[in-house]
Every structure is written in C-alpha cells, then in structure tokens.
C-alpha cells in the first residue's frame, strides 16, 4: 500500500472517532442498496425452487440482507428471472419490470432466462430475457446451485459498489 | 393383461363402426372413422361389466397424411384399460367433441385445437388455451416451421384482458 493512500485511511480513522465519514453522496446511497436488494420474487419455472430454497435458513440469503422477497414488482429493486421466459409471458415481464421504482437491476437465473437454454429452439419461448428485460448479471446452470444465486447477487454488489470498473469490463472506457 | 370379457365387447363396438382392433402395449387399441366417435365414446362408457367410463387422456396426433384424435379411457370401477384412435382428414380436420360425454374433456381438446388445429363441433369454448391468441399456425403439426430466432426474440404486443 502506498503512503498517501495509507495517511488518508489514517485521516479517516482520525475523523471516524469524531463520528463523522466522509464520502460522495452516490457512494454512500449504494452502499446502502447493494446491502439490502429487495428482489421481486418473478419465479418462472423450476429455478425458482432453487431460488426459494437461497432464502431459506439452510443457505441464508439474509446474512446478506437480501432476503426480503417482495410480490410487488412496486417495493422491489431486483428482479430475478427465474425460470424459462415464454413468449406469452414476455409482455407481462417488461410490465412487471417497468413497474420497478428506479434504480434497478435485473438478473437471469438459469440457462433458460440466459439463452433460452435446452428450449432455445422451441416456438413458444423466448431466447434469451435480455431480449426483452437489460440484465445486469447472467448465472448459468439448469438450475443453478443456491450458492451460485448467492454468487451472482454478490457479483451485482461488486458491480454497484464498482460502476467504474463495470464500465471498464463492458465498454472498455 | 386384457381380459376376455373386454376383447369381446371391443370386438363387437369394431364390428358395428368397421374398425381395427389391434392390442399395443398391453391395451386394446381401436381405430374407427372420426365420423363414429360420439357413437363408439358412448357404448364403450356404457360397455356392460366392463365400463371404460373414465377419460384419462386426450391428444392429437400427426401422422403425416391423416390427423389422429387418441382417447385414452380407463375406469375407477376396475382395471380395464381401452384406449380408441379415430382417424380425420388433414384438410378438414372436424370432429364431434366428447365434451357432452365428459365435462372434463373441455381443456384436453382445447389443447389439441391449440397444437394440432383439430375442429371439435359442440365445444363450448373453442381457443386457444397454450399460445396466445395471435399465434398463426398448429406448431405441433409436422409441416409447421419454427419461426427464426430474431423473429422469436421480438417481444409480442400483450392485448387488454388478455
């Protein structure tokens, strides 16, 4: 570590026992987000039993904060593709997700919600979410472990707390 | 295993209709013209001693050259089993609906309409039930052809109360 970053953390800590921290005003409201997603509980198909089964104690979702699953698309801000997206349920799952107050994210659970998995080439379903919903983090697998679910939610945090270096990975600039 | 009793009463149903009985997979199978299927349905629910009255199944099927209604019955009375195979054109897939039989056959022939595109004449509520009503064409029908991926990634205007 260098020694100007090291004399800050020392100011840092010097104001810390004043109580009082200093950093912008973004950094700090993501902060608090990325430790309490709210997750819109949109189970399609049978990942959403894995996904019930990450909130359940056994995995514990809520050592992140993150186990507040919400029915109503209007008290979440991340919402979990769970399952195979068929094109008869596509137009109710970009309502749903228009419904979501800003900001938000989305993730897609399961090979189905990634490519439209082992059903990419049936006529009834969508290949792929992105197609329809802007999602933030793919998790692959037919369905996905909980730990992988709790893997992805962890990689959305780092993506949050870092939009810099999410740009960086995804644009190049 | 299929009792005797059973094969005599098929037989006899396949001698008034002109059909093929032929025993598959441990079943009697009975194939008749479309045209006969209220009259067969009914006399093989009412068959004396072994009444197939339970409805198990319905689909369609796609045979290429003809289309295929299958009607899988068995009862809650005994271990009989029948299951019955009427034959329509491909060009004017109309048959009689079992709905007046069977209230429970109302989704099941939904469905075959819903793949296969299989007219039934009396259903009470004929549409789809699967696939949104928009869709064009029978996609389970062998000469459907499967929209391209672009095409199938475009996300479909949702009607009001739908």
């Not at chain 1, 800003?102 to 792929?128: E, H, L």
């Not at chain 2, 072994?50 to 271990?79: A, I, N, W």
């Not at chain 2, 007046?100 to 309409?113: N, P």
Request: glycine residues 6%; hydrophobic residues 40%; negative net charge.
């Amino acid at each position: 570590m260098d020694v100007k970053r090291e004399m800050e953390l020392r100011d840092a800590e010097a104001m810390e026992e004043k109580n009082i921290l200093l950093t912008s005003i973004e950094k700090f409201l993501n902060w608090g987000r990325v430790h309490s997603f709210w997750p819109n509980s949109f189970g399609l198909a049978c990942c959403a039993i894995e996904m019930a089964s990450t909130g359940n104690p056994r995995y514990d979702l809520s050592r992140f904060g993150y186990e507040v699953f919400q029915a109503s698309p209007r008290q979440a801000d991340l919402m979990i593709v769970a399952g195979t997206l068929t094109r008869k349920m596509a137009p109710v799952a970009r309502r749903i997700y228009d419904q979501m107050p800003d900001p938000k994210w989305a993730i897609a659970m399961g090979n189905c919600a990634c490519s439209g998995g082992p059903f990419a080439d049936s006529y009834a379903v969508v290949p792929g979410a992105d197609s329809i919903i802007p999602i933030d983090v793919y998790i692959p697998g037919c369905p996905p472990r909980p730990e992988s679910l709790i893997f992805g939610m962890l990689q959305l945090k780092q993506k949050i707390q870092n939009p810099a270096k999410a740009r960086l990975i995804n644009y190049g600039k | 295993m299929v009792s005797d009793i059973l094969r005599v009463r098929v037989s006899e149903l396949a001698a008034r209709f002109n059909g093929e009985v032929e025993e598959n997979l441990g079943e009697l199978e009975l194939t008749v013209d479309g045209r006969y299927i209220l009259e067969a349905l009914t006399d093989a629910k009412n068959f004396a001693d072994v009444p197939c009255d339970f409805l198990h199944d319905l689909c369609g099927m796609d045979l290429g050259d003809y289309l295929e209604v299958v009607y899988q019955l068995s009862s809650l009375r005994g271990p009989q089993r029948l299951r019955i195979i009427a034959r329509v054109e491909r060009d004017n897939p109309a048959i009689n609906s079992v709905t007046q039989i069977w209230k429970g056959s109302d989704f099941l022939e939904r469905e075959a309409f819903d793949m296969f595109g299989l007219q039934f004449r009396g259903h009470p509520n004929l549409k789809r039930i699967y696939m949104w009503d928009d869709f064009e064409g029978y996609p389970m029908r062998k000469d459907y052809v499967i929209e391209s991926h672009e095409q199938r990634a475009v996300m479909r205007v949702r009607k009001e109360g739908e």
